[in-house]
């Protein structure tokens, strides 16, 4: 059997797919081992079992080792290499009547019909109805193998094979259309978080999931016309599937890889926040020398695990302190200076951060001059109400040194005050 570049890239992508789909699954039972016991994450393992399974036996590269010659001393044509495209396709749709049945367990038990154990014993019965059908029509199709192909002999069996096909892919269309809509609502009842994210993850890996059941179309027409299917997945298949199954397994482990990105992406946050600063506290440290609470030690962030998000705290109580420190050379027009440079340009937010830089830099023109104005500035010097974390005040500070750095407004301000204390136009 001559395999081609798309059988080599539907292998790829199906083995890939079924590794990830069995550490995904792994990694997933094993965070989740203080609480087994849910029903619902019962459902997670069984699906993901079986789907990495089917990935692995609708691989091309499967179907034709099966296909070898000391492999086929089978009882019955059908028992095969064909038997794999049952198998792997009964067992994709045992892992979709899986997902149904998760979709189902986390809904509010008023939300089902009957309560929760009736519509969860109403989804296994219909799961085992198909698999009962599907299983009946491809062995009374009796097909057989022909190269890397299941072909049927006679116009009855292509009839009962299209059947098959035709009931396979109605089955898995129908529980992917559920499971999206009942995920998608349960997602709109969640409040935002890691566990919201990942729920619509994996509501939009089933439309990924629909394009890859779309497939079988494919399948339908090639039966039709040529009275025999394809025995593996292609090339373009198996890529889809592996991006449906990514995405799916992205969505269920969402509150675990997230939380762990986070850690490990804080110190990273940390020093890119600690450069957007430097501009504003280089300033401030230049006419306020004594603000700097550690000299010489900015670079130690760069070393230590947490040293980034010290000297980033560090950073910040400094630039506070030299805010503090340049208070009364503060022009107390600043604010309405801005207001007349940014018109109506900027939102409130973005005006109250524009204040605040424009403030430091008028101040430290005022301390360049000597000139101290006692009356300061009624509103806008300080941190705008809300900063109630360390978090939202970086967040606030960077925005305002990239204004200080940066805005119009800002620079205009410090060429007025500086016209008006005779230093030049700036």
């Known amino acids: 059997m001559r395999r081609t570049v798309g059988d080599r890239l ?27 016991s849910d029903p619902a994450l019962r459902h997670v393992y069984t699906a993901g079992l079986c789907m990495a399974l089917g990935l692995a036996l609708s691989a091309p590269g499967t179907f034709a080792a099966a296909s070898l010659p000391g492999a086929r001393a089978w009882p019955w044509p059908w028992l095969g290499s064909g038997c794999l495209r049952l198998v792997g396709d ?3 749709l045992l892992a979709v009547g899986a997902l149904a049945m998760l979709a189902h367990s986390i809904q509010p038990p008023d939300a089902v019909r009957g309560g929760l154990r009736a519509g969860l014993r109403r989804q296994a019965a219909v799961t085992a109805g198909a698999v009962v059908l599907s299983v009946a029509a491809y062995v009374a199709a009796d097909p057989a193998q022909v190269g890397n192909r299941v072909v049927v002999d006679d116009g009855r069996g292509r009839a ?41 993850m994996m509501a939009f890996g ?12 494919i399948d339908v027409v090639e039966v039709l016309t040529t009275g025999g299917v394809a025995g593996g997945e292609s090339a373009a298949s198996a890529v ?14 969402a509150p675990v890889w997230r939380g762990r990105l986070a850690n490990w992406s804080r110190p990273l946050r940390a ?25 010489d030690t900015a670079r130690t962030g760069r070393r230590a695990p947490h040293g980034a998000q010290f000297a980033l705290y560090r950073r910040v109580i400094e630039i506070r302190d030299g805010q503090l420190a340049l208070r009364p050379y503060v022009h107390p027009h600043v604010p309405s200076w801005v207001a007349e440079f940014t018109a109506d340009a900027a939102g409130r937010d973005q005006l109250a951060v524009t204040v605040e830089a424009a403030g430091i830099a008028a101040a430290l023109e005022a301390t360049a001059a000597g000139h101290r104005y006692p009356a300061g500035p009624s509103t806008g010097y300080v941190a705008a109400e809300g900063q109630v974390g360390i978090d939202e005040e970086v967040a606030w ?22 016209a008006e204390l005779g230093r030049g136009p700036g």
């Open 10 to 36: 539907a292998d790829a992508a199906d083995y890939l797919a079924c590794l990830v789909t069995l550490v995904g699954t792994a990694g997933k039972a094993w965070s989740d081992r203080g609480r087994r």
């Open 90 to 92: 009964e067992l994709e």
């Open 160 to 200: 009962l094979l299209v059947g098959y096909v035709g009931l396979l892919t109605a089955h898995l269309v129908w529980r992917l259309v559920v499971f999206g809509l009942l995920v998608g609502r349960s997602a709109a009842r969640m409040p935002p978080g890691a566990l919201r994210s990942g729920v619509r």
């Open 206 to 217: 089933t439309v990924i999931g629909l394009l890859w059941t779309a497939s079988n179309v």
């Open 240 to 253: 889809v599937a592996l991006a449906c199954v990514v995405l799916m397994l992205a969505g269920a482990t």
């Open 271 to 295: 020093r890119y926040a600690y450069r957007r600063l430097e501009p504003l506290w280089s300033a401030l440290r230049a006419t306020v020398p004594a603000v700097e609470l550690l000299p």
């Open 397 to 418: 500070l960077v925005r305002v040194a990239d204004a200080f750095a940066g805005s119009p407004a800002v620079a205009g301000v410090r060429r007025r005050v500086r």
